[in-house]
Protein backbone atom coordinates (compact mmCIF):
# COMPACT_ATOMS: atom_id res chain seq x y z
CA UNK A 1 0.00 0.00 0.00
CA UNK A 2 1.36 3.39 -0.81
CA UNK A 3 -0.17 7.09 0.03
CA UNK A 4 0.60 10.50 -1.47
CA UNK A 5 -0.23 13.55 -1.55
CA UNK A 6 -2.96 14.65 -4.16
CA UNK A 7 -4.20 17.82 -5.45
CA UNK A 8 -7.31 18.27 -7.78
CA UNK A 9 -9.33 20.90 -9.04
CA UNK A 10 -12.19 21.39 -7.18
CA UNK A 11 -14.83 23.76 -8.14
CA UNK A 12 -13.20 26.74 -8.19
CA UNK A 13 -10.76 25.73 -4.94
CA UNK A 14 -7.72 23.24 -4.74
CA UNK A 15 -7.99 20.81 -2.98
CA UNK A 16 -5.53 18.72 -1.15
CA UNK A 17 -6.34 15.41 -0.37
CA UNK A 18 -4.41 12.34 -0.15
CA UNK A 19 -4.38 9.13 -2.45
CA UNK A 20 -4.23 5.68 -0.59
CA UNK A 21 -3.28 2.60 -3.49
CA UNK A 22 -2.89 -0.44 -2.86
CA UNK A 23 0.40 -2.42 -3.65
CA UNK A 24 -0.13 -6.44 -5.47
CA UNK A 25 1.98 -8.93 -3.92
CA UNK A 26 3.19 -12.17 -5.24
CA UNK A 27 0.05 -14.08 -5.69
CA UNK A 28 -2.85 -11.65 -5.33
CA UNK A 29 -2.30 -11.15 -9.34
CA UNK A 30 -6.37 -10.96 -9.03
CA UNK A 31 -6.14 -8.07 -7.35
CA UNK A 32 -4.37 -5.98 -9.74
CA UNK A 33 -5.53 -2.31 -11.34
CA UNK A 34 -7.95 -1.52 -12.32
CA UNK A 35 -8.67 -0.49 -8.65
CA UNK A 36 -12.79 -0.34 -7.13
CA UNK A 37 -12.76 3.02 -5.66
CA UNK A 38 -13.53 4.71 -2.25
CA UNK A 39 -13.90 8.44 -1.66
CA UNK A 40 -13.63 9.36 2.16
CA UNK A 41 -15.29 12.42 3.15
CA UNK A 42 -13.29 14.53 5.95
CA UNK A 43 -15.57 15.40 9.34
CA UNK A 44 -16.34 19.34 9.99
CA UNK A 45 -11.94 20.32 10.87
CA UNK A 46 -10.91 18.88 7.50
CA UNK A 47 -8.66 16.08 6.61
CA UNK A 48 -6.31 14.46 9.19
CA UNK A 49 -5.06 11.27 10.56
CA UNK A 50 -7.82 9.79 11.19
CA UNK A 51 -9.05 9.69 7.84
CA UNK A 52 -5.90 8.81 6.31
CA UNK A 53 -6.23 5.61 9.04
CA UNK A 54 -9.01 4.64 7.28
CA UNK A 55 -7.63 5.26 3.62
CA UNK A 56 -5.23 2.80 4.40
CA UNK A 57 -6.82 0.14 5.69
CA UNK A 58 -9.37 0.16 2.92
CA UNK A 59 -6.59 0.44 0.42
CA UNK A 60 -4.96 -2.56 2.09
CA UNK A 61 -7.72 -4.23 1.34
CA UNK A 62 -7.45 -3.61 -2.24
CA UNK A 63 -9.32 -0.54 -2.38
CA UNK A 64 -7.99 2.92 -4.29
CA UNK A 65 -9.21 5.58 -1.63
CA UNK A 66 -8.96 9.44 -2.19
CA UNK A 67 -9.72 12.00 1.14
CA UNK A 68 -11.15 14.77 -0.08
CA UNK A 69 -11.05 18.07 1.01
CA UNK A 70 -13.69 20.07 0.34
CA UNK A 71 -12.57 22.80 2.30
CA UNK A 72 -9.87 23.74 -0.71
CA UNK A 73 -6.46 22.82 1.63
CA UNK A 74 -7.97 24.97 4.69
CA UNK A 75 -7.93 23.19 8.14
CA UNK A 76 -9.24 23.58 11.82
CA UNK A 77 -7.65 23.88 14.86
CA UNK A 78 -10.66 24.11 17.18
CA UNK A 79 -14.23 23.70 16.81
CA UNK A 80 -14.69 27.54 16.63
CA UNK A 81 -12.14 27.40 13.28
CA UNK A 82 -14.79 24.37 12.17
CA UNK A 83 -17.84 26.05 12.38
CA UNK A 84 -16.28 28.51 10.22
CA UNK A 85 -15.44 26.73 7.29
CA UNK A 86 -18.64 24.32 7.48
CA UNK A 87 -21.20 26.31 8.18
CA UNK A 88 -20.99 28.19 4.02
CA UNK A 89 -21.16 24.59 3.09
CA UNK A 90 -23.87 23.61 4.85
CA UNK A 91 -26.01 27.26 3.83
CA UNK A 92 -24.89 26.10 -0.03
CA UNK A 93 -25.93 22.40 0.03
CA UNK A 94 -27.31 22.42 -3.76
CA UNK A 95 -24.33 25.11 -4.97
CA UNK A 96 -21.15 24.47 -3.86
CA UNK A 97 -21.22 22.24 -1.64
CA UNK A 98 -22.55 19.68 -4.13
CA UNK A 99 -20.05 21.02 -6.99
CA UNK A 100 -17.16 20.10 -4.46
CA UNK A 101 -18.08 16.93 -3.53
CA UNK A 102 -18.88 15.33 -7.40
CA UNK A 103 -15.37 16.77 -8.28
CA UNK A 104 -13.61 14.81 -5.45
CA UNK A 105 -15.83 11.82 -7.13
CA UNK A 106 -14.86 13.07 -10.78
CA UNK A 107 -11.01 13.05 -9.57
CA UNK A 108 -11.18 9.54 -8.25
CA UNK A 109 -13.21 7.78 -11.50
CA UNK A 110 -10.52 9.63 -14.03
CA UNK A 111 -7.36 8.16 -11.78
CA UNK A 112 -5.65 5.75 -14.44
CA UNK A 113 -5.65 3.14 -11.81
CA UNK A 114 -9.29 3.41 -10.94
CA UNK A 115 -12.26 1.98 -11.98
CA UNK A 116 -14.49 4.76 -12.68
CA UNK A 117 -17.70 2.19 -12.78
CA UNK A 118 -17.31 0.39 -9.46
CA UNK A 119 -16.82 3.39 -6.60
CA UNK A 120 -18.50 4.41 -3.39
CA UNK A 121 -18.05 6.81 -0.90
CA UNK A 122 -18.02 6.86 2.84
CA UNK A 123 -17.89 9.74 5.26
CA UNK A 124 -18.04 10.70 9.19
CA UNK A 125 -19.98 13.38 11.09
CA UNK A 126 -19.86 16.13 8.27
CA UNK A 127 -18.51 13.83 5.76
CA UNK A 128 -21.33 11.54 6.49
CA UNK A 129 -24.08 14.20 5.83
CA UNK A 130 -21.83 14.82 2.80
CA UNK A 131 -21.68 11.22 1.21
CA UNK A 132 -25.71 11.34 1.61
CA UNK A 133 -26.08 14.58 -0.23
CA UNK A 134 -23.95 13.05 -3.09
CA UNK A 135 -26.20 9.60 -3.06
CA UNK A 136 -29.35 12.21 -3.07
CA UNK A 137 -27.82 14.61 -5.92
CA UNK A 138 -27.74 11.26 -8.17
CA UNK A 139 -23.81 11.04 -8.00
CA UNK A 140 -22.61 7.68 -10.24
CA UNK A 141 -21.69 5.88 -7.12
CA UNK A 142 -22.50 2.24 -6.74
CA UNK A 143 -22.62 2.80 -2.88
CA UNK A 144 -22.19 5.32 0.11
CA UNK A 145 -21.98 4.55 3.61
CA UNK A 146 -22.74 7.53 6.48
CA UNK A 147 -20.96 7.14 9.78
CA UNK A 148 -22.48 8.91 12.28
CA UNK A 149 -23.61 11.84 9.86
CA UNK A 150 -25.83 14.95 10.09
CA UNK A 151 -29.02 13.24 8.47
CA UNK A 152 -30.95 17.02 8.01
CA UNK A 153 -32.59 16.32 4.20
CA UNK A 154 -32.08 18.44 1.29
CA UNK A 155 -33.67 18.31 -1.66
CA UNK A 156 -31.92 18.13 -5.29
CA UNK A 157 -33.17 18.01 -8.88
CA UNK A 158 -32.07 14.14 -9.22
CA UNK A 159 -32.92 10.47 -8.44
CA UNK A 160 -30.29 8.31 -6.31
CA UNK A 161 -28.05 5.51 -8.09
CA UNK A 162 -26.10 4.70 -5.02
CA UNK A 163 -27.11 2.39 -2.01
CA UNK A 164 -27.43 3.70 0.87
CA UNK A 165 -25.85 2.40 4.22
CA UNK A 166 -26.32 5.04 7.37
CA UNK A 167 -24.52 3.74 10.86
CA UNK A 168 -26.20 5.80 13.76
CA UNK A 169 -25.23 6.31 17.10
CA UNK A 170 -28.93 6.23 18.90
CA UNK A 171 -27.71 8.92 21.37
CA UNK A 172 -26.33 11.07 18.83
CA UNK A 173 -27.83 14.10 20.06
CA UNK A 174 -27.40 15.84 16.76
CA UNK A 175 -29.47 13.49 15.08
CA UNK A 176 -32.31 12.68 17.07
CA UNK A 177 -34.88 9.89 16.98
CA UNK A 178 -37.02 12.10 15.34
CA UNK A 179 -34.69 12.69 12.88
CA UNK A 180 -33.72 8.94 12.27
CA UNK A 181 -37.51 8.43 11.16
CA UNK A 182 -37.89 11.54 8.84
CA UNK A 183 -34.24 10.17 7.10
CA UNK A 184 -36.09 7.09 6.17
CA UNK A 185 -38.99 8.91 5.25
CA UNK A 186 -36.78 10.84 3.07
CA UNK A 187 -34.98 8.11 1.65
CA UNK A 188 -37.48 5.90 0.96
CA UNK A 189 -39.74 9.00 -0.90
CA UNK A 190 -36.59 9.97 -3.11
CA UNK A 191 -36.96 6.32 -4.33
CA UNK A 192 -33.27 4.80 -2.45
CA UNK A 193 -32.30 1.88 -1.51
CA UNK A 194 -31.32 2.21 1.88
CA UNK A 195 -30.79 0.84 5.16
CA UNK A 196 -29.66 2.02 8.57
CA UNK A 197 -27.78 0.20 11.50
CA UNK A 198 -28.56 1.74 14.83
CA UNK A 199 -25.97 1.79 17.89
CA UNK A 200 -27.65 1.63 21.13
CA UNK A 201 -26.17 3.65 23.83
CA UNK A 202 -23.37 5.69 21.20
CA UNK A 203 -23.12 8.84 21.15
CA UNK A 204 -21.68 10.92 18.28
CA UNK A 205 -18.49 10.67 16.41
CA UNK A 206 -18.36 6.90 18.19
CA UNK A 207 -15.72 5.64 15.72
CA UNK A 208 -12.92 8.44 16.21
CA UNK A 209 -11.04 7.80 19.94
CA UNK A 210 -10.04 11.00 19.76
CA UNK A 211 -13.62 12.33 20.36
CA UNK A 212 -14.40 12.33 23.99
CA UNK A 213 -16.44 15.11 24.83
CA UNK A 214 -19.57 14.16 26.12
CA UNK A 215 -20.48 17.63 26.90
CA UNK A 216 -20.25 18.16 23.44
CA UNK A 217 -22.01 14.54 22.78
CA UNK A 218 -19.01 13.45 21.36
CA UNK A 219 -17.95 10.06 23.00
CA UNK A 220 -15.66 6.87 21.18
CA UNK A 221 -17.58 3.86 21.33
CA UNK A 222 -15.43 1.08 20.70
CA UNK A 223 -18.25 -1.83 19.87
CA UNK A 224 -20.00 0.41 17.74
CA UNK A 225 -16.76 1.47 15.76
CA UNK A 226 -15.98 -2.57 15.14
CA UNK A 227 -19.18 -3.29 14.54
CA UNK A 228 -20.12 -0.39 11.87
CA UNK A 229 -17.03 -1.13 10.75
CA UNK A 230 -17.42 -4.61 10.06
CA UNK A 231 -21.11 -3.53 8.31
CA UNK A 232 -19.30 -0.81 6.13
CA UNK A 233 -16.49 -3.71 4.28
CA UNK A 234 -19.35 -5.77 3.68
CA UNK A 235 -21.28 -3.45 1.83
CA UNK A 236 -18.72 -2.56 -0.34
CA UNK A 237 -17.44 -5.47 -1.00
CA UNK A 238 -21.15 -6.58 -2.22
CA UNK A 239 -21.88 -3.34 -3.72
CA UNK A 240 -18.68 -2.95 -5.76
CA UNK A 241 -17.87 -6.71 -6.81
CA UNK A 242 -16.63 -6.97 -10.33
CA UNK A 243 -19.34 -7.39 -12.71
CA UNK A 244 -19.14 -10.77 -14.43
Known amino acids: MSTHDFEYECAGTTARGLLALPEVREGEEELAPPYPGVVVCHAWKGPGSFERERAEELAEMGFAVLVADVYGGQRANDNDEAAALMTPLMEDRGGVLKDRLHASVAALQS ?14 CFGGLCVLDLARSGADLRAVVSFHGLLAGHEFDANPVASVLACHGWD ?27 YGNAMHAFTNPAANDPSFGTVYDATADARSFRSMVDFLFERLEADE
Do not use: N
Request: glycine fraction near 10%; charge should be negative; hydrophobic fraction near 40%.
Open 111 to 124: HELVDASRCAAIGY
Open 172 to 198: DPMATPESVVEFGAEMTKIGAEWQLHG
